[in-house]
């Protein structure tokens, strides 16, 4: 892959989104010919046909969204696509892409085969993983399901992570007995942050209230440094869709300093192993102990805290951008042999 190569990347733009973090990492890379394809307007106006359902409406929006995909390509010399989901997409899409010599690399930050959620999944990915050739998942489980179901070995396991610029080690001091949660909602982290006997600090969209818990807005950048850095705690409660796995916050902690209280997995436990360089939990029950744990024992969860942020170092969005350069490398050494 040069770096005088066009490359394309299609998905949202947000300023924290993951798109965004590797748009970043391209840049401190030195790869400057990256044109951005910001979909938020078809992306939305997709999640929303979905909860509709009707034929008729989808024809007109995916003749629209090809017409607009189209012109993108045809504007621009890309040698490489890195399209993010994509589950707006349908199958005429991937023809107009596969006219051009275009690697094409997917991004999935979600379960492909979870249709529960509009925003989630939809059938254009089940229909249309065989068109990528390099398909990166975040899960290892889930990896291994798409290797069963599409008998090919061009899914690769690409980690969440952590930017340099976005999550910094800010030096504050440590609030005493302080737990941070910094999150969206879900009813499976509501019952939990239900049962944690200590008051909880929370921070995200669309909470409801508690009654001894205090709810702020969502947190991003320095704010976001400054409150995991000062907690003596930073939970981090995964969704039923990361169990066993990790997520964006398991990287995210660490990297700016704070003590992770986590759900137990595989995974997270791969990255900072347990009672080394995170602490976790099974249940409800044994979250309040640890939590008794860490207030009391002040010295011990200092050693966690600092090997935490020593072992997150690594594990930053430019490593992540070098592992994808390295499988499209692999993939064009492959495809002309």
């Given at each position: 892959?040069?770096?005088?190569?066009?490359?394309?990347?299609?998905?949202?733009?947000?300023?924290?989104?993951?798109?965004?973090?590797?748009?970043?990492?391209?840049?401190?890379?030195?790869?400057?010919n990256?044109?951005?394809?910001?979909?938020?307007?078809?992306?939305?106006?997709f999640?929303?046909?979905?909860?509709?359902?009707?034929k008729?409406?989808?024809?007109?929006?995916?003749?629209?969204?090809?017409?607009?995909?189209?012109?993108?390509?045809?504007?621009?010399?890309?040698?490489?696509?890195?399209?993010?989901?994509?589950?707006e997409?349908?199958?005429?899409?991937?023809?107009?892409?596969?006219?051009?010599?275009?690697?094409?690399?997917?991004?999935?930050?979600?379960?492909?085969?979870n249709?529960?959620?509009?925003?989630?999944?939809?059938?254009?990915?089940?229909?249309?993983?065989?068109?990528?050739?390099?398909?990166?998942?975040?899960?290892?489980?889930?990896?291994?399901?798409?290797e069963?179901?599409?008998?090919t070995?061009?899914?690769?396991?690409?980690?969440?992570?952590?930017?340099?610029?976005?999550?910094?080690?800010?030096?504050?001091?440590?609030?005493?007995?302080?737990?941070?949660f910094?999150?969206?909602?879900?009813?499976?982290r509501?019952?939990?942050?239900?049962?944690?006997?200590k008051?909880?600090?929370i921070?995200?969209?669309?909470?409801?209230?508690?009654?001894?818990?205090k709810?702020?807005?969502?947190?991003?950048?320095q704010?976001?440094s400054?409150?995991?850095?000062?907690?003596?705690?930073?939970?981090?409660?995964?969704?039923?869709?990361?169990?066993g796995?990790?997520?964006m916050?398991?990287?995210?902690?660490?990297?700016?300093?704070?003590?992770?209280?986590?759900?137990?997995?595989?995974?997270?436990?791969?990255?900072?192993?347990?009672?080394?360089?995170?602490?976790?939990?099974?249940?409800?029950?044994?979250?309040?102990?640890?939590?008794?744990?860490?207030?009391?024992?002040?010295?011990?969860?200092?050693?966690?805290?600092?090997?935490?942020?020593?072992m997150?170092?690594?594990?930053?969005?430019?490593?992540?951008?070098?592992?994808?350069?390295?499988?499209?490398?692999?993939?064009?050494?492959?495809s002309c042999?």
């Open positions: 892959m040069n770096k005088k190569d066009q490359v394309g990347i299609f998905g949202l733009n947000y300023e924290n989104n993951l798109e965004n973090l590797y748009i970043s990492a391209f840049k401190k890379l030195k790869y400057k990256i044109k951005f394809y910001k979909n938020n307007f078809f992306f939305y106006l999640s929303i046909l979905q909860k509709i359902d009707n008729y409406l989808f024809v007109i929006f995916y003749f629209l969204q090809n017409l607009s995909l189209k012109k993108f390509i045809h504007k621009n010399n890309l040698k490489i696509l890195i399209i993010f989901k994509g589950i997409l349908n199958t005429s899409a991937y023809d107009i892409i596969k006219k051009k010599d275009i690697i094409l690399v997917n991004i999935y930050t979600d379960d492909p085969f249709f529960k959620s509009n925003t989630t999944s939809s059938i254009n990915i089940i229909k249309n993983i065989k068109n990528y050739d390099i398909f990166c998942i975040w899960s290892e489980k889930i990896k291994k399901k798409l069963r179901k599409y008998k070995n061009r899914f690769y396991y690409l980690p969440f992570g952590y930017s340099q610029e976005k999550h910094r080690n800010i030096k504050k001091n440590i609030y005493g007995k302080t737990i941070s910094v999150g969206s909602y879900d009813q499976h509501y019952d939990i942050l239900k049962s944690i006997k008051r909880v600090n921070y995200g969209n669309d909470w409801p209230s508690f009654k001894k818990h709810v702020y807005k969502y947190l991003k950048n704010n976001l400054k409150v995991i850095v000062q907690s003596e705690i930073c939970l981090n409660i995964l969704k039923k869709q990361n169990y796995a990790h997520n916050r398991t990287f995210e902690i660490p990297s700016m300093n704070g003590l992770m209280l986590t759900t137990r997995s595989y995974e997270q436990n791969k990255f900072f192993p347990e009672n080394k360089a995170s602490l976790m939990f099974k249940n409800t029950k044994e979250l309040n102990k640890k939590i008794d744990y860490i207030f009391n024992h002040p010295k011990q969860v200092k050693k966690i805290r600092n090997m935490g942020f020593f997150a170092k690594k594990h930053n969005y430019v490593e992540r951008l070098k592992c994808v350069i390295r499988f499209i490398n692999e993939y064009k050494k492959f042999s």
